[in-house]
């Protein structure tokens, strides 16, 4: 039996799409979840172990990280989807945001990565970390300035952690811009979104998908960002 993919946030969207698609493809998975949807009975009836964690102490982190090694001593890999997005505009209260942000974001995937870094080195063919970040890593946003510092801050926890665990662990990157609009989004809005990259288009979930199988796939390939954003990037030059 192979080891498991860990997927923290697979109870939606994105992390969702990468959970269905790995047990589609026979990987073992164990998934995380904040609140318990129908998505994650779904999962777990086809095949996942799911378990739910609190990212926002340090002791839900700790939990997390026990929890995964009661059900397996080896790791695939690990793919930090979890994220919250919330913006300056919502709050006063800045100094709680950054913290939060950054808690999610940064600290949350370096205390797993610390905890459970043994795991990823029980297999003969090199294992993955995957950091799901942001297109805003890279350019930051005078709207969501903490969540755009979060994100940067993993990233840079790529570079540290791709040098730390070489050779036998690949630690890269996937930095997406709009992937998949939600429910409420209206037409002003998804026009002007779209309008901001090359492509002009919705992927959907399988954008990342295809991005995360390409690096689960790669054999060289660390320390790198994987840009997901439809040429968005050339729109700002």
Known sequence: ????????????????????????????????????????????????????????TDQ?????????????????AIIHNASEWNSEKNTSDYASLFDSMMQVHAKTPYLMNMGLKALLNTQQEAADIIHITDFVQSVGSEKHLAYAASKAALHNLTLSFAQM????????????????????????????????SLMQTEPGAVAAVDAVNYLLNSTYVTGETLQVNGGRHLKFN
């Open 60 to 76: 839900g982190i700790a939990e997390c990280i026990e929890a995964v090694k009661k059900h397996t001593t080896g790791l695939r």
């Open 165 to 196: 665990l070489a050779p036998h662990v690949k630690v890269n990157t996937i930095a997406p811009a709009l992937l998949m609009f939600n429910d409420g989004d209206d037409a002003a809005y998804k026009e002007k979104a779209l309008s901001k």
């Open 1 to 56: 039996m192979p080891n498991p993919v860990l997927i923290t946030g697979a109870s939606q969207r994105v992390g969702l799409a990468l959970a269905e698609n790995l047990l589609s493809n026979n990987y073992p998975v164990i998934v995380t979840y904040r609140t318990h949807k129908a998505s994650i009975a779904q999962l777990e009836k086809a095949g996942a172990v799911a378990i739910c964690a609190d990212f926002s």
